[in-house]
Structure formats: structure tokens, C-alpha cells
């Protein structure tokens, strides 16, 4: 049967997406041009500054006063080491546990299962004074201990990996241990590379949650030079005004630049890691 009936039908499609896609981005795009426009300029026209999305005058001043903070590269730093350190320490904590509820039979496994489950259920918010008081007892507070420890307790991590190792074929493990490889071999050399969908997958969506995260780091970063780059931007603002409009929006596109930059260079990953769990 031929495909040219189904042209104009595709043509629809792609014609309705990019149009969805547009209208998706135009917050952006706005939030951009607003960031380069002096904070003077948008006074002047703020019932008119959202009927042109070109930013005019283009002025980079918001990001040179923002960049030009002393502590603004310190707060990066510390965003940088809580967000890199918290996904690999998940990767080799979910893998791990993945691989152990998928593929051994130890005493418990069920009940621990369940245990992990339960721990989805809990929201964040309801452990903060909990939290708060155990590293206050420790002493741990404006560490980056305290800005990563919490970090690393992420069930759906440890429930992708399960399910993940589940669909993989024992025969394979079974053609490994006639060849005289012990499970460690498997797990590292067979199962670890086989699950780098998954596990980037993974690695993305603890990033973004890490570099994201406001809340905790607020709470527990109780200096200045302990902020994170969300913590310590949100610091400097002093409420929303027009004064201030362009500063704001500059403070947005730096804290997600990061963000939107690994998201565009990993996505091709991302998605094959979703095809491979929904199949």
C-alpha cells in the first residue's frame, strides 16, 4: 500500500508540533529578551516590553553585575561538586542495589523491596526537621556533607536499575559463569555496560534535581560561602519590582544554563533510556 495518503497527514502533525513547540518556548525566549534589557528600559515600558520578544537596547549589563559578584563563582563551584559527586555516588548506589534485587536471592529481598518503594511515598518536606536535627547534632551543617547526603537517598533510581537488570536475559549470565566469570565479573564487565541507557537516563535526572534543588540547601547551607548557585542568586534578590525585572530574569538563565546544556547534549540518551524501559 502506498505512503502518499499519509503524507499530508504527517505534514499536519509536524505542522501542529512545531507550533506546540513555539508557543512552549515563548517563555523563554521572553525570559532571554528581558535579561538583556536594562532594568531603565523595561521601567519605562513594562505595558509594552511583552509585544516584542528582540531584546532593544541589548545590553549585557545584568550579567556583567551578576557574573561580577565575588561569590557568585564559588556558589557555581558548590552547585558543580554537589550535583557531580551526588549522581555518581546514585549511580553506584542504584546500580548496585538494582543489580542485587534483580539477580539475588538473599533473605528479605521482598521486604527490603517494599521498603525502597515506601521511601517514594515520603515526601521531602516531611523529614526536613528530622534532618535538620540530625546534622545539627553532628555538626555537619554548611558542609557538603549536608548538601549531598540527602541527595543520595533516590528510590526511583534504585527501581529503574531493578527493573531494568530484570529484562535482561539470565542465559546471558548464565554463558558468562560456564565461562568461568564470577558475579562481580558480570555485574561490571556485562551488566554495567548493557545498562548505560538506563544509567544516563539516570545521571540526568539526578543532575537536574541536584543543581535544582533550593529548599534543603537553604536550610542547611547556613554561611554565605556554603550557598549553592539557586540559594545564593535567590539571596541577592530583594523581592520582585521593576527595578529589577532584568536582574531576575539574568539570575534565571544563569542558574539554568547548566541545566538546559546538559539536557541538550545528552538528550539523544535520555531518550533511548525511556524506549528501553517502556519496552
Excluded at 548557585?229 to 521593576?242: A, D, F, M, P, R
Amino acid at each position: 500500500m502506498s505512503n502518499i495518503g499519509y503524507k499530508p497527514l504527517y505534514w499536519l502533525s509536524v505542522a501542529f508540533l512545531t507550533l506546540f513547540a513555539i508557543i512552549w518556548c515563548l517563555p523563554l525566549i521572553f525570559m532571554v529578551s528581558l535579561s538583556f534589557q536594562s532594568d531603565e528600559n523595561l521601567i519605562v515600558s513594562t505595558a509594552h516590553f511583552a509585544l516584542g520578544l528582540l531584546p532593544w537596547p541589548f545590553t549585557p549589563e545584568n550579567y556583567v553585575s551578576l557574573l561580577g559578584f565575588d561569590e557568585t563563582p564559588r556558589w557555581f563551584l558548590n552547585s558543580f561538586i554537589v550535583s557531580v559527586v551526588s549522581t555518581l555516588t546514585v549511580l553506584v548506589i542504584s546500580a548496585s542495589a538494582g543489580y542485587a534485587f534483580a539477580r539475588i536471592d538473599f533473605a528479605g529481598r521482598r521486604f527490603v523491596f517494599a521498603f525502597v518503594l515506601a521511601g517514594m511515598m515520603i515526601p521531602g518536606e516531611g523529614v526536613f526537621i528530622s534532618l535538620y536535627t540530625m546534622f545539627a547534632d553532628w555538626q555537619a551543617h554548611s558542609t557538603y556533607f549536608s548538601l549531598i547526603a540527602p541527595n543520595l537517598s533516590l528510590p526511583v533510581g534504585t527501581i529503574l536499575l531493578t527493573q531494568f537488570f530484570r529484562g535482561i536475559s539470565r542465559e546471558i549470565e548464565e554463558a558468562a559463569e560456564i565461562d568461568g566469570a564470577n558475579r562481580w565479573v558480570i555485574f561490571t564487565r556485562i551488566m554495567l555496560p548493557m545498562s548505560i541507557p538506563a544509567l544516563t537516563t539516570l545521571a540526568i535526572i539526578t543532575f537536574l534535581w541536584s543543581w535544582n534543588s533550593y529548599l534543603w540547601p537553604l536550610v542547611t547551607a547556613q554561611e554565605r560561602e556554603m550557598y549553592t548557585i539557586t540559594v545564593g542568586l535567590g539571596s541577592t534578590q530583594q523581592g520582585y519590582t521593576e527595578e529589577n525585572t532584568g536582574r531576575i530574569m539574568a539570575q534565571g538563565m544563569i542558574a539554568s544554563f547548566p541545566v538546559v546544556f546538559l539536557y541538550l547534549f545528552l538528550q539523544r540518551y535520555l531518550i533511548r533510556g525511556i524506549v528501553v524501559q517502556s519496552k
